[in-house]
């Protein structure tokens, strides 16, 4: 007999907005940005009806496949969006006040899925993108750190289910961020971030 569902222990952050004092680059984090009742639904519907797939990715000239798996939405190459993803994308699009028009999703199963350091390939997007991030599910600690000047401490942000991070600006220009390995018992995460291409994008 089940006694909970996983989504019983989710929890939500409770630092409201900030905007974080982020040299060369924007930065903004909205706990509770979706409310936990419609937070816990997302997450079950994506978690079990979504088509996660492998994908391998180019690490030191080798192909390997990558620690999580993906799904990818873009306009105009597979237009038809599940119910969910457009309700939430067009929340974000009314906060943002902007539009996208393509949606990664990650699925990271357990304390062994990760992304390494990286910034987001700028063919895709153009320079300076605007990406907006959704998550759902256990907490994960979100990492940045300055591509240049090592001075800069590495800034550690947990991603609470339900909340929302815009990075725009130049952030993706002159900061790098991963999501690390953890080796805690821990429920799945799901992480949506929208953004807008200018050509057709093949992650699979």
């Given at each position: 007999m ?14 409201g ?6 040299p060369d680059?924007?930065l ?5 940005f979706?409310?936990?009742p419609?937070?816990?639904?997302y997450?079950?519907?994506?978690l ?5 797939r492998h994908y ?7 192909k ?6 993906i799904?990818?939405y873009?306009?105009?190459k ?5 119910a ?5 994308r ?12 393509a949606?990664?999703?990650?699925l990271?199963?357990?304390?062994n899925?990760s ?5 987001d ?5 153009g ?10 599910g256990?907490t994960r600690?979100?990492k ?14 947990p991603l ?6 815009l990075?725009?600006?130049?952030t ?8 690390p390995?953890?080796?805690k018992q821990?429920l799945?995460?799901?992480n ?13």
């Amino acid at each position: 007999m089940t006694l909970f569902n996983d989504t019983d222990i989710f929890t939500q952050g409770t630092a409201g907005k900030i905007i974080y004092d982020l040299p060369d680059g924007e930065l903004m984090l909205i706990d509770q940005f979706i409310a936990k009742p419609e937070a816990d639904l997302y997450y079950e519907n994506l978690l079990n009806q979504t088509k996660w797939r492998h994908y391998e990715m180019e690490l030191y000239n080798k192909k390997c496949v990558a620690p999580r798996m993906i799904a990818w939405y873009q306009d105009n190459k597979n237009a038809t969006w599940p119910a969910e993803l457009m309700k939430i994308r067009t929340q974000v699009e009314k906060e943002v006040q902007d539009s996208f028009n393509a949606v990664l999703l990650n699925l990271y199963r357990d304390g062994n899925d990760s992304v390494a350091w990286h910034s987001d390939k700028e063919n895709n997007t153009g320079q300076n993108p605007t990406i907006a991030s959704i998550t759902f599910g256990e907490t994960r600690i979100f990492k940045l750190r300055h591509k240049f000047n090592k001075e800069l401490a590495v800034i550690e942000i947990p991603l609470h289910h339900g909340s929302f991070l815009l990075m725009s600006g130049t952030t993706n220009t002159f900061w790098q961020h991963q999501v690390p390995k953890t080796a805690k018992q821990i429920l799945p995460r799901i992480n949506l971030t929208f953004r807008q291409v200018y050509q057709d994008v093949n992650f699979l």
